[in-house]
């Protein structure tokens, strides 16, 4: 058989198992979603009808906006076969280093906005940087490097704050997190969509891009299911572990930079067990903690459903100890189901 031909047959293989893994994507996502309906049919029938309103699903959008952009970060460390503990310390490091830095500027409107986010970014950036020089230099686990980041932020944030929660001095960054980004109850009687629900939206759907899309994404799939073949295939593991872990802190910041633009101040209280509400979404959105398998479609889901189960247990008056321990079943439930998923796959 000619070279050609044999190139041309490699390259159709190559279009096909691109194509099968893009259907099979797609059916996970399209089975999302009517999992999703289909538990919230149940759980409204179950509530008396209050669930589906549109104001109690804005309402279960809202809550759920912090633990998904956190969950996008935590997606691409996990994917990796990665972990990283320090998301709930940095979005308090993060805040409480916005509200100073804030404070000591004379400007207001966008430029004081962009500045105070752009060095929020910035902190929980190097951070992430700092979680991933150990795992990529010295082959440290990476819940030993970011629980010590976990520690060292959280102290940090106390220090620095000395321990008191630091108001805004400008209100301008109220609407970011009180605002409405559409009026609608004025023109179609609907509630409007809180400024932090089209955060999230925005940031789902560009690391969604990122991740399925871009020669770093499958960089990213390609360390997760196997490190050695993709190091030997040429993929640079230390940088593209490096980013991921920079992604996440990224993450953080903008999560503490929409607390504390909510509340008015940062606190070193904030995002206190932030990082565990996290890994849940990634995990109970199909993502596998052995790495090489996840979506960022996926972490949504998993945050929209836990969110459904916090918001219809309040509806039905269940106390928050209880809460606990059905996130906990479902987390557990969810492992089951993708151990029990891969075993048949491989019978």
């Known amino acids: 058989m000619a070279d050609a031909e044999i190139k041309a ?10 194509a099968k893994k893009a259907r099979a994507y797609w059916m996970r996502v399209a089975i999302a979603i009517v999992g999703v309906a289909i538990v919230a049919v149940i759980i409204n029938m179950g509530a008396h009808g209050s669930f589906l309103e549109p104001s109690n699903i804005v309402r279960v959008l809202r809550q759920i906006t912090y633990n998904c952009i956190l969950g996008v970060g935590q997606t691409f460390v996990i994917i990796t076969a990665g972990i990283d503990l320090s998301v709930g310390s940095l979005v308090s490091l993060t805040g409480v280093t916005m509200a100073l830095f804030a404070n000591t500027l004379h400007i207001g409107g966008f430029p004081l906005i962009a500045l105070t986010l752009l060095v929020g970014c910035i902190v929980g950036g190097l951070a992430g940087f700092v979680n991933a020089v150990p795992v990529v230099k010295l082959n440290l ?43 609608l109850h004025s023109i179609l009687g609907l509630p409007g969509i809180p400024i932090p629900i089209v955060w999230m939206i925005v940031i789902v759907i560009a690391c969604s ?17 196997n490190e050695e073949a993709a190091r030997l295939a040429g993929v640079n593991v230390a940088r593209t572990k490096t980013l991921v872990y920079v992604i996440s802190g990224v993450a953080a910041a903008i999560v503490g930079f929409l607390y504390m633009a909510l509340f008015s101040s940062g606190s070193p209280q904030t995002g206190n067990g932030f990082e565990l509400q996290a890994i849940a979404a990634v995990v109970v959105g199909g993502s596998s903690l052995m790495g090489g398998r996840g979506s960022i479609v996926g972490t949504f889901f998993g945050a929209f459903l836990i969110g459904i189960l916090y918001n219809v247990m309040n509806l039905l008056n269940i106390e928050s100890y209880t809460q606990d321990v059905v996130l906990g079943a479902v987390i557990v439930l969810a492992v089951v189901l993708d151990e029990l998923r891969k075993r048949y796959l491989t019978r």
């Open 9 to 18: 047959q490699l390259t159709q293989s190559a279009k096909d198992a691109a």
């Open 141 to 183: 686990p990476p819940f030993i490097t970011t629980l010590a980041m976990m520690l060292m932020a959280r102290g940090l944030a106390f220090k620095i704050s000395h321990g008191r929660p630091i108001p805004l001095n400008s209100p301008d960054f109220t609407n970011t997190g009180i605002g409405y980004f559409l009026h």
């Open 209 to 225: 891009i990122l991740l399925m899309r871009t020669r770093f994404g499958r960089y990213v799939f390609a360390i997760g299911g």
